[in-house]
């Protein structure tokens, strides 16, 4: 049993991201400001992009995406039914009607064959979502896109480092959106990026992440002189502060170490919960690079004795924080009112949602950390005959 209990996501926050933040109240320049634009410009050169625009979350980027695409009344845009409720809700927010489709049973993301069967002549886009870091089979579904004249925006909240044959999540599709919440692989707090090669869609972002203003706060107020400013469009209060992107400056350049502790991370649970029996993740796919965001296990009563809920239980008993990404979106009563939805419509995601968990995977943590987890899920496995001849779920 540890003493002390075992923060799930908690992100390593290390000198450098504290002296900037410092820095930031002591010049007193904490809104929108020089730093947001050198976080702006470091990100775009490391998605290898033109155009970045930070923004105070992935929702918020979401939702700028969305309405890129002027959606007129009953316009759909299809997206996956393993998601955050963010995904569907920036849709709805844009004024489109959000379409579900399944996910492959092996990946977890949402499966092409799918999304064919959904386009209908009103189908407007595709939001994909590369599910805990693994990249979605973009090849066919931009196929798709193609032959439709579909949008496709990719929701990478959990996909910072992710490739798919090459080329990196964010940029396959029309407009990529990041996420920077505190669980993250790199973090600000609560923050988000969209990236893309189409200026306009960009340029419009901005206006409207900032009360579709013709120009931000740091344009008017800085030492170049007052600018005026007009309103050319109905926008929002979504632009990311300094203060934020202070801790960005200095997690983006540590990306790649990262990355590499999770990587350790996530071989070591493979290797230890090879027996038991329970649903591990899928091998990572050829030519693709999984950015190692969520490390998920599948829970059942035939594969290790316990249900999903009692297994979070015990390890939080145990002073374990976990995780459940997510109950499929159909199992949540505002969209089964609004839309009509059912869990049986998307049979794979329904069916994981009620049986999966997520154990901690961190920059943080320590090898005692991981010892900790690993002992914690042996031991609640081990009681089970299932478990203990390598039954699968």
């Known amino acids: 049993m540890r003493d002390a209990f075992l923060v799930f996501g908690q992100p390593l926050i290390e000198q450098a991201e504290i002296d900037e933040v410092v820095d930031s109240l002591n010049k007193a320049w904490i809104g929108t400001g020089p730093k947001v634009h050198q976080f702006e410009k470091d990100f775009a050169a490391y998605k290898g992009v033109p155009y970045a625009a930070a923004v105070n979350s992935c929702t918020a980027a979401l939702h700028l995406a969305c309405l890129t695409l002027e959606f007129a009344p009953g316009d759909e845009v299809i997206t996956t039914a393993m998601t955050f409720c963010a995904s569907v809700n920036s849709i709805i927010h844009a004024g489109g009607t959000p379409v579900l489709a399944d996910v492959n049973p092996h990946t977890l993301n949402i499966d092409?064959?799918?999304i064919e069967a959904r386009i209908t002549p009103r189908t407007r886009a595709i939001m994909v979502v590369h599910y805990a870091g693994r990249s979605c089979d973009m090849d066919p579904i931009m196929d798709l896109a193609a032959r439709h004249g579909l949008t496709v925006i990719?929701?990478?909240a959990h996909a910072i480092e992710t490739e798919y044959k090459g080329?990196?999540?964010g940029t396959i599709g029309h407009i990529g959106c990041f996420s920077f919440?505190?669980?993250?692989?790199?973090?600000?707090?609560?923050?988000?990026?969209l990236i893309s090669s189409?200026?306009?869609?960009?340029?419009?972002?901005?206006i409207m992440a900032l009360h579709g203003m013709s120009a931000d706060a740091w344009a008017r107020f800085s030492d170049a002189g007052y600018k005026h400013y007009q309103v050319v469009d109905h926008g929002?209060?979504?632009n990311m502060m300094d203060i934020q992107a202070a801790l960005g400056l200095h997690q983006l350049p540590r990306i790649d170490r990262y990355w590499n502790h999770r990587a350790a991370i996530w071989q070591r649970y493979m290797q230890a919960f090879a027996d038991l029996g329970i649903g591990l993740p899928a091998p990572v796919e050829e030519n693709t690079v999984h950015a190692y965001h969520l490390y998920t296990i599948r829970v059942n009563r035939e594969c290790c004795g316990v249900e999903r809920d009692q297994m979070l239980e015990a390890l939080r008993a145990r002073n374990i924080g976990v995780g459940v990404h997510y109950l499929a979106i159909p199992e949540h009563p505002y969209y089964q009112k609004r839309f009509g939805w059912r869990p049986e419509e998307t049979p794979h995601a329904?069916?994981?949602?009620?049986?999966?968990?997520?154990?901690p995977l961190s920059a943080k943590l320590s090898e005692r950390d991981v010892d900790d987890v690993i002992e914690a899920v042996r031991e609640i496995c081990g009681a089970c005959p299932a478990a203990r001849t390598g039954a699968t779920a």
């Open 112 to 114: 092409p064959a799918a």
């Open 154 to 156: 990719e929701d990478c």
């Open 167 to 169: 080329r990196t999540a």
């Open 181 to 193: 919440y505190a669980t993250k692989n790199i973090v600000t707090g609560e923050g988000g990026m």
């Open 198 to 206: 189409d200026k306009a869609a960009m340029d419009r972002c901005k």
């Open 236 to 238: 929002f209060k979504y």
């Open 350 to 359: 329904t069916a994981y949602g009620r049986e999966t968990i997520s154990l």
